[in-house]
């Protein structure tokens, strides 16, 4: 488990894990779906490590991916059931067919006629069904058909008659993340709920049978009370939490288990800046707490042990610099931090800013240090 | 140099760069550096490769780099002249030391007392004289001290009473890349050499001497008119240009030689979407042509082959998909482009789109199709 965590050894930027609090998330969303009385397929697109993977999918179901990439990493690893949450591509068919021959219950996701033919035509030349799953539009946030649209029961008629397999059908309430406060959330969990299960009751009436009802948004997961009718249960953020997600209200900033170590360069006094060697290749160029009502800026500032220091944000970032400044109205002075002080900033977005980096710096349950390598990449 | 370039062959999403309209834009500020008589000192965080490097270092006095993993990898490349423009942490004093111990001649920046003490203090104890430059503020953008500040003074001879050496100054004209046209582009190259200018007679006076004089940003290094009394130009993103570049004024669409190759996957036709298979892991997620005159989205649409579908932008992004709609008050019609088709997408900033991928499919000035790998890390 390496040595006992001395941050200040670490080269910066730096990506910190902070593995304790990761564990308590999953805790928390694993107690949640066990008392709702159902499946957990976490999303790893957040993660993008096989380490943290192992705590993730401990209790899980299955695996959600955001890329064939993904998929075949995790298969490798030996995750053997996998749903690739992306609607798919015609030309991806070919790897999604090779890792179903490794051995990989991959499933795929459509909305349109197109894609069914093409599934189904190349379910039929490779002798293997793919199993696929129908996306259902709960909210008008992205992909999807209505449930009530005939074109589901058309869908699965392409899918069933040409050759390829009906597993069911999958929704994501993504307007979610831009509300707040629990009535909201469970609202929208609600919504998402009641999306694909009147998917599945068009889809028997016309004969056919979802074995698999598939929801999910760290929101929503952490909101549902009632999941009638679902078979399982998909999140990914919630493995780390971010500050939109606390702007979101499902989490607080002492569960955000993901900060950027960083070191102090220099200062503006009389414009009231602090520069840092985190810019936005280390924090990503997310500000999704701007449409919030806090406006987070690019980061809360910890200090170095992970202690919010509430009246300072990330306010601006070039490439490899970042200012850091008063909040905005806080109408507290600037700290005096010298040249060369490290700190740590609590990111907007954790699948965003966890991506610019090769891996995580992880301060163990153990209260060692450890690295666990992430991947990139399609 | 690989096969004839069939895109259609490439997994999506994937980074594109024509090679050609690379080269061409590396001529173009060649030739205008010879003919203002100055030095070029590319900065190397755009391209972050060094089979790119090749080429746009071949008749440069040395390199630019945002980070000491760029200096170790081009060092390692064979560049000998590297520096490293971000002000320099003390932490980091031993890598620059080892570095230089390796042959590469190459210097740091600071812009304060503190940096000039640790510099002079690690280059005592080491018996290596650092070189540095003092970061001059031309514009309010970032770091740097003014020009006509004592401090100027002061870190100068804390710098070489203490052991290490003043290299010279440098400053950046990052404001420009707010501002647009000719006019203003021409004012802000000449606030960027009146400030190094200014210093240099301020050191000069008490008796230091500035053997290297560097100013630079892409918009700057391309309407500068006159340079005297400047050693040596930066410029990164003019090795690839995108839409912020274009926005600014100094370049235009067909002059942007890095894209993203994407493939449909799916439609909302009544709210006027195609939905694609490049999110914001792949566009990166920079907005910096919101607060330009054209706000393009998340990119500009074109077809496989480079040609612009000018009503068409990148209007929205979640990790994986991107949402193509029609260019606000463009009235045109949203276009039937069916699933499984290839387009590609200009970026907003190239620094950080190319920053999302692990090298380069480089459609090749003889027509073929090579991959150029790219590096990321501190």
């Not at 979802?210 to 999941?227: Q, W, Y």
């Not at 490899?320 to 700190?343: K, Q």
Request: proline content about 4%; overall charge negative; charged content about 20%.
């Amino acid at each position: 488990m390496g040595d006992v965590a001395d941050l200040g050894s670490l080269a910066t930027p730096s990506l910190i894990l902070d593995e304790t609090i990761m564990l308590r998330n999953i805790e928390r969303l694993e107690r949640r779906l066990a008392a709702l009385k159902v499946s957990a397929r976490p999303h790893l697109k957040t993660v993008k490590s096989v380490d943290a993977a192992r705590h993730v999918l401990r209790n899980a179901r299955g695996a959600t991916v955001s890329t064939l990439r993904e998929a075949e990493v995790f298969a490798e690893a030996g995750v053997t059931d996998i749903l690739y949450c992306v609607g798919i591509a015609p030309q991806k068919l070919p790897r999604v067919l090779a890792l179903r021959a490794a051995g990989c219950d991959l499933v795929v996701i459509l909305d349109s006629l197109a894609q069914a033919h093409a599934v189904a035509e190349v379910s039929r030349k490779a002798g293997e069904a793919i199993p696929a799953l129908i996306e259902i539009d709960c909210d008008g946030h992205r992909s999807g058909v209505r449930p009530d649209d005939p074109v589901v029961v058309e869908i699965a008629r392409i899918l069933v008659d040409g050759g390829a397999e009906l597993r069911g059908v999958v929704d994501h309430a993504g307007e979610s993340y831009g509300t707040h406060g629990e009535a909201s959330l469970v609202a929208f969990a609600e919504q998402e709920r009641d999306a694909v299960v009147a998917a599945v009751a068009q889809l028997a009436e016309a004969g056919f049978a979802c074995p698999v009802v598939s929801v999910g948004a760290t929101p929503t997961a952490h909101f549902a009370r009632d999941l009638s009718g679902v078979t399982e249960v998909r999140a990914g953020v919630y493995v780390f939490f971010d500050l939109v997600q606390a702007g979101v209200g499902v989490c607080g900033l002492k569960d955000i288990a993901l900060s950027v170590l960083t070191t102090v360069i220099g200062h503006q006094t009389e414009r009231g800046w602090i520069m840092i060697d985190a810019g936005w290749m280390a924090l990503s160029r997310d500000r999704g707490t701007a449409s919030q009502k806090i406006d987070q800026g690019y980061g809360v500032v910890c200090d170095i042990d992970g202690q919010v220091l509430d009246s300072l944000i990330v306010t601006a970032t070039s490439q490899e610099h970042g200012v850091i400044g008063v909040r905005p109205g806080s109408g507290a002075p600037l700290p005096d931090i010298s040249v060369g002080t490290m700190l740590r900033i609590l990111p907007n977005h954790a699948c965003a800013t966890a991506a610019q980096f090769d891996g995580y710096q992880v301060v163990t349950a153990a209260g060692g240090l450890d690295y666990w390598p992430r991947f990139r990449g399609w």
